[in-house]
């Protein structure tokens, strides 16, 4: 398998994550905002300050984004394209957020799949404060209890990353039970194991007979799909469409993952990722749903 490395130490944690609840529901991204000022009062009506989410449809002006490059320097693996800021109007198809906070304010982690005014199709990583939404975008949320992503320094990669954290909040004593079953899990996945067979690993050592992913945002190094396509570039950025962790017949745990992804060479690619053959680059956050 795939292996790069970083400029700091491997921690023995290799699957961070936090047991908490979430509530799903849906709302509508204002537009006239950024988007993470439109998420931000979008979950703040429901009650929620964390969240992951599946947004769907309407358009970015003005659109503010970057995809992956190689590192020029030892401080990083990888690193960041300049920033493009697309002419017109940009639309979007889909993407998955990590929304939580960053040195105490709101912040989120954004991958998308978009067209632009001239028709080009792109994905990559969303600004927050500089992409503004100009139509409604359909957002379906998960609002996280107990936990929360938290952006803090990540020595192993030398980035400032997304890591769940415990988060508890006082409920009111007419909460419904439900709010306090743990069956949800903030996660985050450290570079250089499989995405698959981490959540395959997981779900065996917590006794998790399914589950589903919700939102769904990282990077892996290159990739290799189930039709067989190829993605060399080991840069890239990658929102999960789909994904799931079921039993086969023999009881074993297999991974599904669905997903689009940018290479650093603005390559775009999509399909199920083949188990045991694609490891993390920098980072993969999710919610994990037990389902089971």
């Known amino acids: 398998m795939r292996r790069i490395s970083h400029p700091g130490i491997p921690a023995a944690d290799r699957i961070q994550y936090v047991a908490g609840h979430a509530e799903k529901f849906e709302f509508m991204l204002e537009p006239g905002f950024s988007i993470l000022e439109s998420i931000r009062r979008g979950l703040a009506a429901h009650g929620y300050e964390d969240a ?38 940009t639309t979007l198809e889909r993407a998955t957020v990590t929304f939580g906070v960053r040195d105490g304010e709101a912040f989120l982690h954004c991958h998308a799949l978009w067209e632009e005014a001239d028709g080009k199709k792109l994905a990559g990583h969303v600004i927050p404060h500089d992409a503004m939404v100009s139509s409604p975008i ?28 415990a988060h508890e909040v006082a409920l009111a ?23 698959c067979g981490a959540l395959e690993d997981f779900c065996d050592e917590h006794s998790i007979q399914t589950a589903v992913i919700r939102g769904g945002v990282g990077s ?17 950025e990658l929102l999960v469409r789909d994904g799931h962790v079921s039993r086969d017949a023999s009881g074993q745990a297999v991974a599904h993952i669905d997903v689009v992804l940018v290479d650093y060479e603005a390559g775009l ?24």
């Open 138 to 165: 359909r957002a379906q949320a998960w609002g996280m209890t107990g936990m929360r992503f938290q952006v803090d320094k990540d020595t192993e990669t030398n980035f400032s990353l997304f890591q769940p954290r």
């Open 220 to 236: 892996v190094i290159g990739a290799l799909f189930e039709d067989g396509h190829v993605v060399t570039p080991i840069a890239t």
């Open 269 to 292: 690619a999509d399909g199920v990722l083949v188990r045991g053959k694609n490891p993390v680059l920098v980072t993969v956050e999710l919610l994990l749903e037990k389902t089971s």
């Open 173 to 195: 004593d007419n909460v419904p039970a439900q709010v306090t079953e743990k069956r949800f899990y903030a996660m985050r996945l450290r570079p250089n194991q499989d995405f």
């Open 52 to 89: 992951v989410l599946d947004l769907e449809g309407g358009s970015f002006c003005p659109f503010v984004y970057v995809i992956p490059s190689l590192s020029s320097t030892p401080e990083h693996a990888v690193w960041y394209s300049d920033i493009h800021r697309p002419v017109g109007e």
